[in-house]
């Protein structure tokens, strides 16, 4: 955050008395125990779609994410006077439309920050962003349909908005290029570089560039996706789509394959974590196992990886329901829906355990060079939809 938003936040969450002074509680808990990480492997294809994009920018033209701001057409509001979490710095809800959208829940939670570091502000394009992703029902008790962003201004310099991306995957022919919903959990999101990593918890990941959102004709039919003439294309009424450009996929020698729930970007070991969200019995929906955390280590010098990587770590964790992960500098924090609590483990110091908030999703550690590091996390139960930031300090031991 720059100077003056620190300052107008944090004034505010004091006037409100939700700013908490001291340590946060914590007790001791059992911890991780250490997995053969060789067994973990990602295949990366980076290219799958090179061709039916370029035929797509051709076709649609591109919008830098500056231009999605400058059209952003949603106000953020400030987090509500009865929201209290210790160490809290500051956050924010949506509109009221969407924090009471029982169609769609926002997931996953990431920022400029990982995408570009501490570096003029953190600023991506000249924004600092926090990002969401979502996924879409059909209906209220529906199955899901499609996924989205939402690509909201964190800085004093621009208005308190966000703007809405639909994530569509490109399909058709180079002569008649079109597209399609991305019917996926969206559990986990990370930014590195121009590469948006979206968790699919099939087998992996998906890979979008951030310097290729689509624009389409915001018309039509709520229910119309895709080309409609050689020049009209409608993706559900959304002016821009961002179209799938690769796919990262997991394998593992070793048990079950893995469920990616939720993933994070540790921009100091320049790795991406993974978790998954398994119940300890009970669960028809998920598995009913101990969950597993992977690293996997980006190529050197690079927001990608290798066609092929092999984990760096892996670990069997004690703890189920896990909705968020982070890592950095060899620690790490698993958000555990079920028990509303945050877990906090590092190899030598053993592990703590923190309340946390209900219904909370995905973690995203926001790296700052003159203020204090932070831990940003969302909540995605219907009308409680509050995105929050603590200082990551009352939240390590």
Request: with cysteine; hydrophobic share 30%; proline share 5%.
């Amino acid at each position: 955050m720059r100077s003056h938003r620190v300052t107008t936040v944090a004034g505010a969450i004091l006037a409100t008395g939700l700013l908490l002074a001291g340590s946060v509680p914590a007790s001791a808990a059992a911890g991780p125990t250490t997995l053969p990480a060789d067994q973990y492997t990602l295949s990366a294809d980076y290219h799958k779609f090179d061709a039916l994009n370029s035929a797509l920018v051709s076709t649609l033209g591109t919008a830098a994410v500056h231009t999605v701001m400058d059209n952003a057409n949603h106000s953020r509001r400030a987090l509500p006077s009865s929201f209290s979490l210790a160490g809290l710095t500051g956050g924010f809800q949506f509109d009221d439309a969407d924090n009471k959208d029982c169609k769609s829940y926002p997931q996953g939670i990431t920022t400029s920050r990982d995408a570009v570091g501490t570096a003029d502000g953190g600023n991506y394009d000249g924004h600092q962003l926090v990002l969401i992703s979502w996924y879409t029902k059909g209906s209220c008790d529906g199955k899901q349909q499609r996924s989205r962003l939402t690509l909201v201004d964190w800085d004093a310099t621009y208005p308190d908005k966000y703007r809405k991306i639909l994530l569509v995957e490109p399909t058709g022919s180079t002569s008649a290029p079109d597209f399609k919903d991305v019917p996926i959990h969206a559990g986990g999101v990370s930014w590195y570089g121009d590469n948006l990593y979206v968790a699919d918890t099939g087998g992996g990941m998906r890979v979008f560039d951030m310097r290729k959102i689509l624009k389409t004709d915001p018309g039509g039919d709520a229910g119309q996706i895709g080309r409609q003439s050689p020049t009209v294309y409608y993706a559900h009424n959304y002016a821009y789509v961002l179209p799938q450009v690769g796919t990262i996929s997991s394998k593992t020698t070793s048990g079950t394959n893995l469920a990616w729930s939720s993933i994070s970007l540790d921009r100091a070991s320049k790795s991406m974590v993974m978790t998954e969200y398994t119940c300890k019995s009970g669960c028809t929906d998920y598995p009913n196992r101990a969950p597993r955390a992977i690293r996997y280590p980006f190529a050197p010098s690079s927001t990608t990886f290798a066609d092929s990587t092999t984990a760096s770590q892996a670990l069997q964790l004690p703890w189920y329901k896990l909705n968020g992960v982070a890592s950095h500098n060899g620690r790490w924090w698993f958000n555990s829906s079920g028990d509303k609590q945050l877990y906090y483990w590092t190899p030598d110091g053993g592990s703590k355990t923190y309340p946390w908030v209900s219904s909370g999703e995905s973690i995203s550690y926001w790296e700052d060079g003159t203020n204090p590091d932070l831990l940003w996390s969302l909540q995605e139960g219907t009308g409680n939809r509050n995105v929050f930031a603590v200082g990551q300090a009352g939240y390590s031991g």
